[in-house]
């Protein structure tokens, strides 16, 4: 009786040493998958920031870029100061797929200068 008790309870030992690496193991993709999705979105932001202030990517609207499988959705817009374009605000929303989930919580934002190497 004592034999089978034991092994009932090395039994119970294993499968929940088990369930807790699953779970490791998935909690672990799942960082990896958001952790590529941030690097691709803020190496396409840094993209965009490093283009000139007048370069045809940078013009106003919302676009969509699918990049190995990561969608990322930008919109730039003209911010104006008596009626001339001083900055362009590039605002980025990135979705990416997990185990068939679809996950829209990155976003990233930055500013364009159209001054921003002048040399007072």
């Known amino acids: 009786m004592e ?15 088990i369930n807790f690496l699953l779970i490791y193991s998935n909690l672990n993709q799942s960082i990896q998958a958001r952790i590529k999705a941030y690097t691709i979105s803020n190496d396409f932001l840094n ?3 490093s283009r000139s202030f007048n ?6 609207g919302s676009r969509t870029q699918v990049i190995q499988n990561i969608t990322i959705i ?3 817009t003209d911010i104006t100061r008596s009626n001339e374009v001083i900055l362009k605000e ?4 990135t979705r990416y797929n997990f185990k068939g989930k679809n996950i829209s919580d990155i976003r990233l934002w930055g500013m364009k200068y159209k001054y921003e190497n002048v040399v007072r």
Not at 5 to 17: D, G, N, P, R, Y
């Open 90 to 93: 590039i605002v980025i929303n």
């Open 3 to 17: 034999v089978l008790l034991s092994f009932t309870i090395v039994v119970i030992a294993i499968f929940a040493i």
């Open 47 to 49: 993209n965009l920031l």
């Open 55 to 60: 370069d045809p990517v940078l013009s106003p």
């Open 74 to 76: 930008y919109n730039i």
